[in-house]
C-alpha cells in the first residue's frame, strides 16, 4: 500500500485521513506535536470559565478507535521533497503522499510580545483566563478586547479595530 503522510491533527488533518482511511487503499499516518483535535470554535467559552480545556480536546485514540488510522505524536522540523522524507524530533519517516496540515501559527509581530490571542496555540485559552480571574479577585481593571490589525494594511476597516487586550496591572 502506498503511504500517506498528513502533518497536522487539526480540521484538515484529521478530515483528510478519515476520507482516505475509508477508502482503504493507502497506509494513513497522522503525525502531530499534541495528541489531540483542537476544538478552536468552542474554545472562545474557556476564558470564561464557560467549559473547561480538557473538553475542548478530542483524543486523537477516540478517533482512531473508528477510523484506525497510524498515530505518531511527534514534532515535524523539516521536509525533505526530493528524498520525500520527514525529519521529526524523534524519528525520520517516509511517505509516498504527503499532506501538510499544519494550520496557521500567529506570527508574534514587535510590540503585541505581551498579548495573548484566543487565535493562538491551545494553552493560550487558560492563561486568557487565568488573567481574567486575577482581574476579578483584584476588583478592579480595564480589558479591551478586539482584533489586531495589519499595519501595513491602510483599509478602513483594520485601522478602525485594531485593538488590543490590556490588564491594568499589566500596565
Ligand atoms: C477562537 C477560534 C474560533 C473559531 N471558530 C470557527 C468557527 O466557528 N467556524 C469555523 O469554520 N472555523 C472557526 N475557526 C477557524 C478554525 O478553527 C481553523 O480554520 C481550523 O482549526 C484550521 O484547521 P487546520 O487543521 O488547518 O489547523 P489547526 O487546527 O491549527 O491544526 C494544526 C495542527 O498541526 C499541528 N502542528 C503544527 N505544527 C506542527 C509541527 N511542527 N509538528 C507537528 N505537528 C504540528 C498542531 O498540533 C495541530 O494538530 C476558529 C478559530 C479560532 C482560533
Known sequence: MKKVLILGSGFAGIQAAIELQKQNKFEVTVISDRDYMYIYPISIWVPVQMIEFENVKVPLTDIQKKYPFNIIIDS????????????????????????????????????????????????????????????????????????????????????????????????
Open 76 to 171: 515535524v522540523k523539516e521536509i525533505h521533497t526530493f528524498e520525500q522524507s520527514v525529519i521529526c524530533e524523534k524519528q525520520t519517516l517516509y511517505y509516498d503522499y504527503l499532506i501538510v496540515a499544519f494550520g496557521a501559527e500567529k506570527m508574534k509581530h514587535k510590540g503585541i510580545e505581551n498579548t495573548l490571542s484566543i487565535c493562538g496555540k491551545p494553552e493560550i485559552a487558560v492563561s486568557i483566563r487565568n488573567q481574567l480571574t486575577e482581574l476579578i479577585e483584584q476588583g478592579h481593571g480595564k480589558i479591551a478586547i478586539g482584533f489586531g490589525g495589519n499595519p501595513k494594511d491602510k483599509s478602513d476597516l483594520v485601522t478602525k479595530y485594531r485593538l488590543c487586550i490590556f490588564a491594568e496591572k499589566k500596565l
